[in-house]
């Protein structure tokens, strides 16, 4: 089955960097890669997603992009507030399989210092 | 926009007990949804795919006989954990697609077994 890691497990950042968190994938098949952003006992947001067809998508600050060859894609968070502070989770499809099938990567706590 | 709700938000039951968790698209149906669960400070994993008018699919490690799903109609989804212990201590969250590229997660149920 499908196989996401997420890198890195924790990011501290000044508010206004940049930050990055990048995941990997196993199934090549796979061609739906959402990212969420979980606030603590809540459920997970939809802050952006990519699809196979495309290598990059950007929404305001955030843009995802993606490598199909290499098999991983990244989330990148331009100028960063504090609120966006929490843990975010990338996500692969089960390849050719229903969309909504979704591979969690390990997360990765964000937190921007003021 | 599409809503998944899920009931109850939070149960403390004791330990041997059977706890209902419900899942509901209230404005569109789903013949598919999806249960995950979460412990703390981990990721989601996908638990089961609930059908509609079949039955549920499993993933690896997942005991069917203690996880019941029963997915009756096209807008209700329910997980029973059935003689819960302080392991099954989770939260667990629903998810449903709308349609292609639409992907709905419920609020989640945090479940504490004494």
């Known amino acids: 089955g499908e196989n996401v890691e997420q890198h890195p497990s924790t990011l501290s950042v000044q508010e206004g960097d940049s930050a990055v968190i990048k995941c990997t994938y196993s199934?090549?098949?796979?061609?739906?890669f959402p990212w969420y952003k979980q606030e603590l006992g809540k459920r997970p947001q939809l802050i952006i997603d990519?699809?196979?067809?495309?290598g990059e998508k950007k929404d305001q600050r955030i843009a995802v992009t993606l490598n199909k060859t290499a098999k991983h894609f990244s989330l990148h968070i331009t100028e960063t507030q504090p609120e966006d502070s929490a843990v975010y989770f990338c996500?692969?499809?089960?390849?050719?399989?229903?969309?909504?099938?979704?591979?969690f990567g390990q997360g990765t706590i964000l937190t921007v210092h003021p | 926009g599409a809503v998944v709700s899920q009931h109850p938000s939070r149960v403390i039951c004791k330990s041997g007990t059977s706890v209902k968790i419900e899942c509901r698209s209230l404005?569109?149906?789903?013949?598919?949804m999806f249960w995950y669960r979460q412990f703390p400070k981990q990721s989601l994993m996908l638990m089961a795919t609930?059908?509609?008018?079949?039955?549920?699919?499993?993933e690896q490690g997942v005991e069917k006989d203690k996880f019941l799903i029963n997915h009756a109609s096209l807008t209700l989804s329910t997980l029973t954990v059935t003689s819960a212990h302080p392991e099954d201590s989770s939260f667990y969250i629903c998810?449903?697609?709308?349609?292609?590229?639409?992907?709905?997660f419920g609020e989640g149920s945090r479940l504490t077994v004494l």
């Open positions: 199934d090549s098949a796979s061609n739906y």
């Open positions: 404005d569109f149906q789903a013949t598919t």
């Open positions: 990519i699809r196979s067809n495309v």
């Open positions: 998810s449903a697609p709308k349609s292609a590229g639409e992907l709905f």
């Open positions: 609930s059908n509609e008018g079949s039955k549920a699919t499993y």
């Open positions: 996500a692969a499809n089960a390849g050719g399989t229903s969309y909504g099938k979704l591979t």
